[in-house]
């Protein structure tokens, strides 16, 4: 897992490195803009005229450096230091200096002074040491940016942007590109603040390792090579009664594909037994398309009213098209007291909570609740910002001793032990009808074999990204469906299985 970072972690981090490497300031901006403009090259097919914008502070020596880098390998660099009548930081002084002996620099005092011409545009005004918002004459640099057509690349950070809150006042740089040293900053996750970021890519600088060891950070980001391989090795002598008997309660009138998807997702993710509890209206299609699960139909025909006998199950999955008739509500009472070991809960089983708040309460410690955004301010109530959900969701699961999944872009998987990760895989293209019935199925599957639920919600919220990746490698990102992440998924877990995978 990567740790996120404050900015004052981050300052720690260097002069830690500084000390104990050691090594000198200057020279680890060096390092820095090396990994930068080496990034860089990578993604350039042909040598474009290049602004590079500097700020006063080491952000700024970071882009006088990458700027003489750039003109070292041959292309054209239009060179700017944005005058804000204060003095250079020691580094940036000296990087401008090591710069002048190539080049020439624009001394910009006026808006109008400066001029950008080039097809890219090197943002090295403001790093993550900002604490305030870019108001007057860096507001006005920073519109020009904007306004211009060529592409932006920032240096660390988009200039105006703050690393660890969301500030939305004041002019912010809206990169098409970020290049962020050694680790991410939490404003790139959050959805107001991680637009000004455009794409990001992490360079690794050197920083000491053993500081990030002995840090703590009540956020990090969940990868693929985090998933452990063992949860999925299966031994010659198991049987299917080992991996897990889940009951999955899901579907209405209209709504049987929910039902339909999120149980095909559990079978693909391994469970041993699957049963669909579904109201009559749903037999004939679940059991033509599913003849893997066996079929618990409901008394009413086009909604479900009552669900017994579940003490056999490892674990319930509901709330795939589930709708919310008031006496499909009345069943999540009696369920969410006779069922004793975790559920995963999504979608019209959110809503209906979201109906009865006092339900929340019921629910089963360590149960997994993966709500949208709408779905989660229904349930525990709006927020002024992504940030601030963020932390609200991190205090509920704490308080509630739940698993929160907040499904986005960067899907946030809030534990009972007051840790946040944010997922890294998925893409845009999962922004469709039944992506989320997926997900129920696959964390239903994951918590039926009876291991920790936050590992069973961060693992699923992976798999189920990364059958996304694959599958928009297929079909693309618009045409892309509930259904292809299904097909993906025996891909995914081939990965997994094998011995090495990333």
């Known amino acids: 897992m990567i740790k996120i970072l404050s900015a004052e972690q981050i300052r720690r981090w260097d002069l830690y490195t500084i000390k104990n490497e050691p090594i000198s300031s200057f020279d680890l901006m060096e390092r820095a803009s090396e990994a930068f403009v080496k990034l860089l090259l990578t993604k350039i097919n042909h040598k474009p005229n290049v602004d590079v914008v500097c700020g006063p502070g080491d952000n700024g020596g970071d882009g006088f450096a990458i700027a003489r880098l750039l003109i070292e390998n041959g292309l054209k660099v239009n060179c700017h230091l944005i005058d804000f009548g204060v003095k250079l930081s020691e580094d940036c002084r000296k990087s401008y200096r090591k710069y002048l002996d190539i080049s020439q620099v624009n001394i910009v005092k006026q808006s109008k002074e400066l001029d950008l011409s080039g097809e890219l545009i090197i943002d090295a005004v403001f790093g993550s040491g900002l604490s305030r918002p870019a108001t007057g004459l860096a507001a006005e640099i920073i519109q020009l940016i904007n306004q211009s057509?060529?592409?932006?690349?920032?240096?660390?950070m988009p200039s105006g942007l703050f690393a660890d809150k969301v500030n939305l006042t004041g002019r912010i740089v809206e990169a098409d590109w970020t290049i962020t040293f050694q680790v991410p900053k939490l404003s790139f996750l959050i959805p107001e603040s991680g637009f000004y970021v455009g794409e990001w890519s992490v360079v690794d600088i050197g920083l000491d390792i053993s500081f990030l060891k002995t840090e703590n950070s009540d956020y990090s980001i969940f990868e693929k090579n985090d998933i452990d391989r063992s949860l999925f090795i299966r031994k010659k002598y198991d049987h299917k009664g080992k991996y897990?008997?889940?009951?999955?309660?899901?579907?209405?009138?209209?709504?049987?594909?929910?039902?339909?998807?999120?149980?095909?997702?559990?079978?693909?993710?391994?469970?041993?037994?699957?049963?669909?509890?579904?109201?009559?209206?749903?037999?004939?299609?679940?059991?033509?398309?599913?003849?893997?699960?066996?079929?618990?139909?409901?008394?009413?025909e086009e909604f479900i009213s009552q669900v017994d006998n579940v003490d056999a199950f490892d674990a319930i999955g509901i709330g795939p098209g589930l709708g919310t008739n008031p006496t499909t509500g009345k069943i999540l009472k009696s369920l969410f007291t006779s069922f004793n070991k975790p559920m995963a809960i999504d979608a019209d089983a959110l809503n209906l909570i979201a109906l009865d708040k006092e339900l929340v309460d019921l629910v089963p410690k360590g149960s997994v609740l993966t709500p949208h955004i709408g779905e989660f301010n229904r349930l525990f109530g709006e927020c002024d910002n992504g940030l601030e959900r963020i932390e609200k969701v991190k205090s509920i699961a704490i308080e509630k001793q739940l698993v929160i999944v907040l499904k986005g872009a960067h899907t946030v998987i809030a534990t009972p032990d007051g840790k946040v990760h944010f997922n890294s895989t998925g893409n845009s293209g999962m922004a469709t009808a039944g992506c989320g019935d997926v997900l129920t199925g696959i964390i239903s599957a994951f918590i039926a074999r009876g291991g920790d639920t936050s590992t069973s919600a961060k693992v699923g919220v992976c798999i189920h990204g990364w059958a996304g990746d694959l599958a928009e490698k297929t079909v693309g990102k618009t045409a892309l469906m509930a259904s292809d992440l299904l097909s993906a998924l025996p891909k995914v877990f081939s990965n997994v299985e094998s011995s090495d995978f990333i």
Do not use: N
């Open 149 to 156: 057509s060529a592409k932006t690349v920032s240096v660390d």
């Open 244 to 300: 897990g008997r889940v009951l999955m309660v899901a579907g209405s009138l209209g709504k049987i594909g929910a039902a339909y998807l999120s149980s095909k997702a559990a079978l693909k993710s391994g469970t041993g037994l699957l049963t669909v509890h579904i109201p009559k209206v749903g037999y004939g299609p679940i059991q033509t398309s599913l003849p893997e699960a066996m079929v618990s139909l409901d008394s009413e």
